[in-house]
């Protein structure tokens, strides 16, 4: 089933079958709720959306789940615990990411991002089909249709593995970038002192071999570096490096994809695959692994050709650079 449909076809309501609680569950919402003291009843004839009562009587009154909003606290009869904790909660169902306007219209001014992934509390519902929402430092007002909520928003979590990322503002997103790129620029300053002495030295018999260089674009060398450090972080430049190698020796494979992306993310070898490296692409890969990435593509290999690597704790046989062993 697509994973979309699937979890969209309860409309974002809560099953009646999970409304098992008989008496009121008191929940401190703080961190949802903020600062926002809205007070009032909210029922299933309650259908003023303006505000977080409103919200949730639009959400939920199918069921009868009768809520009190009362400053930073929830008040619900009738609704189990675990659903009224993912009341306000929301997330796009998006394949990248989900713009976030200063007005519920897509007319008006971009503020930032809620991409795949990211957590957003819901503030209010507007009458033409817009949540307004706070994610982070992000405010503003996203489209509801491709917006998951309640029971689908924690389904929807649950599948994709949810981290704690929240929505990007447009400034951030800029500052980012620009930290991304000087990293860069300074690891590239770098290289060419730094590679002489690099591919000069050696662990657990590993020797430096030169090959064809890759030209790479941006994109594709972060992805080099997040992979780089997530299966090497701890292993120094030269274990970096060595995994470098074997993802740019599967790419000049012709038993792999030819690119760097469809070797990340070919089925059944790296753990997550792309979408396992968000955070690091988000935050920016390290200067080192940043500059084993930059290594790698301009053809150094010391791991004398190998496309495989395992961790050293499995006892696999090969030669052992850092805490993994490459065959």
Known sequence: MNLNKKLTKNNNKVPTKRLVQAGAVTLALTTMLGAAAINGYASSEDKNTSGVSGIIASLYGDDEALLSVSGANVTSVGLDSDSATWILSLMANVEDYANVYTEPNEGSQIVGKLRRGDMARVESLTDNGFYKITSGNLTGYIKQEISLTGQSCKEFATAIGYNGSVGITLQEEAEQAAAFKAAFE??????AAAKASSSSQSSGGSSSTQKESYGATTDEVTLLAAIIEKEAGGSGYQGMLAVGSVIMNRVRSSSYPNTIEGVIDQKGQFTGGIAGLSRIISRGPSSTAIRAAEAALAGEDI??????????????SGTVIGDNVFF
């Open 186 to 191: 300074e690891a590239a300053r770098k290289e």
């Open 303 to 316: 791991v004398g050709g190998k496309v495989s690597f395992r961790s050293t704790s499995t006892g696999h």
